[in-house]
């Protein structure tokens, strides 16, 4: 996997990635672009999120959304690294059985999200819930 992160000026950055899809990131000045740590909890949400999608699509779970909302705790400090993150995913459709939501999100904890795990593995306290909602 590679990337390229370019200055563009003040502390405004482009990371463009090996698959050729490109990110405005900012300092927080301008806020015209995301944060650095905003995007790493953006990158851990979506990893799970992505799991949890798709282990769902294969128990054929009839699902019509899901999202992740996710809360990260960072010290007032510098370095802030994140001590704790509380993820906690909506998963909406008909049907849907708790006993194979509640197994997507443990094996995504546990098994298949590399970016979560990676953090888990760096002392971060990592929170998963989830919430099941009926259309």
């Known amino acids: 996997m590679q990337a390229r992160v370019t200055w563009v000026d ?4 482009v ?3 090996g698959s050729g899809n490109s990110v405005v990131m900012e300092g927080g000045q301008k806020n ?5 740590m905003e995007m790493m909890l953006l990158g ?10 798709t282990i769902l699509q ?13 809360t990260g ?9 994140f001590t704790r993150i509380e993820m906690e995913f909506v998963v909406r459709g ?15 904890a546990d ?18 819930r989830y919430r099941i909602e009926e259309v």
Not at 47 to 53: F, H, L, R
Not at 94 to 108: C, F, H, I
């Open 32 to 36: 015209n672009g995301i944060r650095p």
């Open 73 to 81: 705790e960072r010290p007032d400090a510098t370095p802030a690294p």
């Open 44 to 53: 851990a949400g979506g990893c799970a999120s992505y799991d949890v999608v």
């Open 10 to 13: 003040g502390v405004t950055f």
């Open 94 to 108: 008909r049907g849907v059985k708790e006993t194979q939501v509640a197994r997507a999100v443990e094996l995504s």
């Open 15 to 17: 990371g463009e990635a």
């Open 58 to 70: 294969k128990a054929r779970q009839d699902i019509v959304s899901c999202h992740c909302e996710l």
């Open 111 to 128: 098994k298949y999200c590399s970016a979560s795990i990676m953090l888990k593995n760096a002392g971060v306290e990592i929170v998963h």
